[in-house]
């Protein structure tokens, strides 16, 4: 149950805006978590899920936003 709270808050946290994506990324998932007060682990099966449909790059250090998410989140 927290996991799935975990995902939808973060979810709903990264797509709030430039103030709150701007100062979530670029950053590590436990960062990420840390900064939203959610479950490192859950947040981090979202954030690889959104690397996988091109929301999210990821460096082997931690998540950006991509081009196309930058112009349309912010």
């Known amino acids: 149950m927290a ?3 975990s995902l939808l808050r973060t979810m709903a946290v990264l797509g709030a805006g430039p103030l709150t994506a701007g100062a979530c990324l670029p950053a590590t998932a436990a960062e990420v978590a840390a900064q939203l007060g959610t479950d ?3 947040t981090e099966k979202l954030l ?3 690397v996988g449909v091109d929301y ?3 460096d082997g250090q931690g998540y950006s936003l991509t081009a196309m998410t930058r112009k349309w989140l912010l």
Do not use: H
Request: charged letters at 25%; aromatic letters at 8%; a positive charge.
């Open 40 to 42: 490192r682990r859950g």
């Open 3 to 5: 996991l799935g709270r």
């Open 48 to 50: 690889n899920s959104l």
């Open 56 to 58: 999210l790059t990821f």
